[in-house]
């Protein structure tokens, strides 16, 4: 079993900042890629930005430059500093690993929760 805590979501104006955080814990083996998404009410889950091993970065196009992923592995943990927020970024955002398991071989996709975000006008 592989469980992932999403943390740093909220209400924020529009122009601040927020810092969201994903842990991973559990029979762990490896993990190759972490990442964010993002789902609006009504709309499709998107990718925000992902991370391979150390320092392999992938970000939409619409928040390159205004968020930054980084990964601590040691700890299993994924970040995501978004600045600049705009209002059409409330959404819920969504923390997945790609994970191979200690009683497996095969790798898995793990999903969180979800943490929401608001950006107020």
């Known amino acids: 079993q592989v469980q992932l805590v999403e943390s740093g979501g909220g209400l924020v104006q529009a122009g601040g900042s927020l810092r969201l955080s994903c842990a991973a814990s559990?029979?762990?083996?490896?993990?190759?890629?972490m990442g964010w998404y993002r789902q609006a009410p009504g709309k499709q889950r998107d990718l925000v930005a992902d991370i391979r091993g150390s320092r392999s970065t992938n970000y939409a196009d619409s928040v390159k430059g205004r968020f930054t992923i980084s990964r601590d592995n040691a700890n299993n943990t994924v970040y995501l500093q978004m600045n600049s927020l705009k209002p059409e970024e409330t959404s819920l955002y969504y923390c997945y690993v790609r994970v191979l398991p200690l009683v497996s071989y095969k790798y898995l996709e793990v999903w969180g929760q979800g943490t929401e975000v608001t950006v107020s006008a």
């Open positions: 559990g029979s762990i083996r490896s993990i190759s890629s």
